[in-house]
């Protein structure tokens, strides 16, 4: 049973991600919006659907701690193991309207949120600001995407309206309940073969609520439509920190307290991943099969750091001294020349 929870959670994923990408990509063309824009609502926000279940009934439940670090955690697994992937894979092409705008805006609620936990805890009023600010960014984004409607409309005949909602609709259930079953079955047979519940949270739980957005977008990268394999990620980051962070502070008694490992640590992390995207989206306007092995890489050392430091052990000084003055030097020298050489190509 516990095996068979685990495929059919994985089949459901695959299927309701195939539904999901052909049914939004089919009702862009019929609207004539940019599947950009579509990845970056319809899409990231249904893919972002296991996030707020999570973060809501954690609020409810009076442990609203765990939805900052469900955010934290997704939006870090987002762009350093889902864009890493999915470009080993096929290497994502990135839009203008990513790099000057949307990439930049991700970078920027990050650093709000670590602002606004400067005083150990995300307040209501923080989420009210938060969900002001999603409601701002989903009317502009559609706005952006009416004004070109009229003139892009796609005249080649189209499959009736209701089979593309009904694709779409029917993708996203099948994504939260294939993720689901997928997360359950995996925690199940970890357990049964000795791992810790410590690193099965750490690992398999942290990573399950973004495994609608790692199937969406590889399958749009195999499929061609890079804009929304790209538009989910980026799209996921930003309702994670405005919708999900904000609603989520709403509903708790008492806002959400923060751990100073949270504020020290992790939050600092997902900011520096969402600096790292500008750079490798600027060079050449895609992300590489190299870049993308640069993610993925380093969200393997960042989960590696994270069972050290569950488990206390030996090695995480040595650990957290190589990464420190070693790998991360090079990293960021090696980033800041790639940018360079391609602001000057572009100058001339």
Same mark, same amino acid.
């Given at each position: 049973?516990?095996?068979?929870?685990?495929?059919?959670?994985?089949?459901?994923?695959?299927?309701?991600?195939? @539904?999901?990408?052909?049914?939004?990509?089919?009702?862009?063309?019929? !609207?004539?919006?940019?599947?950009?824009?579509?990845?970056?609502?319809?899409? /990231?926000?249904? &893919?972002?659907?296991?996030?707020?279940?999570?973060?809501?009934?954690?609020? +409810?439940?009076?442990?609203?701690?765990?939805?900052?670090?469900?955010?934290?955690?997704?939006?870090?697994?987002?762009? !350093?193991?889902?864009?890493?992937?999915?470009?080993?894979?096929?290497?994502?092409?990135?839009?203008?309207?990513?790099?000057?705008?949307?990439?930049?805006?991700?970078?920027?609620?990050?650093?709000?949120? #670590? =602002?606004?936990?400067?005083?150990?805890?995300?307040?209501? =009023?923080?989420?009210? %600001? !938060?969900?002001?600010?999603?409601?701002?960014?989903?009317?502009? #984004?559609?706005?952006?995407?009416?004004?070109?409607?009229?003139?892009?409309?796609?005249?080649?005949?189209? +499959?009736?309206?209701?089979?593309?909602?009904?694709?779409?609709?029917?993708?996203?259930?099948?994504?939260?309940?294939?993720?689901?079953?997928?997360?359950?079955?995996?925690?199940?047979?970890?357990?049964?073969?000795?791992?810790?519940?410590?690193?099965?949270?750490? &690992?398999?739980?942290?990573?399950?609520?973004?495994?609608? $957005?790692?199937?969406?977008?590889?399958?749009?990268?195999?499929?061609?439509?890079?804009?929304?394999?790209?538009?989910? %990620?980026?799209?996921?980051?930003?309702?994670?920190?405005?919708?999900?962070?904000?609603? &989520?502070? #709403? =509903?708790?008694?008492?806002?959400?307290?923060?751990?100073?490992?949270?504020?020290?640590?992790?939050?600092?992390?997902?900011? /520096?991943?969402?600096?790292?995207?500008?750079?490798?989206?600027?060079?050449?306007?895609?992300?590489?099969?190299? $870049?993308?092995?640069?993610?993925? @890489?380093?969200?393997?050392?960042?989960?590696?750091?994270?069972?050290?430091?569950?488990?206390?052990?030996?090695? =995480?000084?040595?650990?957290?001294?190589?990464?420190?003055?070693? %790998?991360?030097?090079?990293?960021?020298?090696?980033?800041?020349?790639?940018?360079?050489?391609?602001?000057?190509?572009?100058?001339?």
């Amino acid at each position: 049973m516990i095996i068979a929870a685990f495929l059919a959670g994985l089949m459901l994923l695959i299927v309701g991600a195939e @539904g999901l990408v052909r049914g939004a990509s089919r009702l862009a063309s019929r !609207l004539g919006i940019s599947s950009l824009i579509i990845g970056l609502t319809v899409v /990231a926000f249904g &893919t972002s659907a296991p996030e707020l279940a999570v973060s809501l009934k954690a609020a +409810t439940s009076d442990q609203a701690g765990i939805a900052i670090g469900n955010v934290v955690g997704s939006n870090i697994f987002n762009v !350093l193991f889902i864009l890493g992937l999915s470009a080993l894979i096929v290497p994502l092409s990135v839009a203008q309207q990513l790099l000057r705008f949307d990439i930049p805006l991700m970078i920027a609620l990050s650093g709000l949120i #670590l =602002l606004m936990a400067l005083d150990g805890s995300i307040s209501r =009023l923080d989420g009210l %600001v !938060l969900v002001a600010g999603l409601i701002s960014y989903t009317t502009f #984004l559609l706005l952006q995407g009416m004004r070109t409607a009229s003139s892009n409309a796609s005249s080649t005949p189209q +499959t009736p309206w209701g089979i593309d909602l009904l694709l779409v609709a029917g993708g996203l259930g099948l994504l939260v309940l294939g993720s689901r079953w997928f997360v359950e079955g995996a925690v199940v047979f970890a357990a049964y073969l000795g791992v810790s519940e410590q690193v099965i949270g750490l &690992t398999i739980i942290a990573a399950g609520t973004s495994l609608p $957005e790692v199937v969406t977008s590889i399958i749009a990268a195999l499929r061609g439509e890079r804009d929304i394999a790209v538009g989910n %990620v980026v799209g996921s980051n930003i309702f994670n920190l405005l919708g999900v962070l904000g609603l &989520t502070s #709403l =509903l708790a008694p008492s806002g959400i307290g923060l751990s100073p490992a949270m504020s020290g640590f992790d939050l600092p992390v997902m900011i /520096a991943v969402a600096l790292a995207c500008l750079p490798i989206c600027f060079t050449g306007g895609q992300i590489s099969r190299w $870049e993308g092995g640069v993610f993925f @890489g380093y969200y393997l050392v960042y989960t590696l750091y994270l069972i050290l430091a569950a488990a206390h052990h030996d090695a =995480l000084p040595g650990f957290g001294m190589v990464m420190l003055y070693f %790998v991360l030097p090079i990293t960021v020298l090696t980033l800041t020349l790639m940018t360079f050489r391609e602001a000057q190509s572009r100058a001339r």
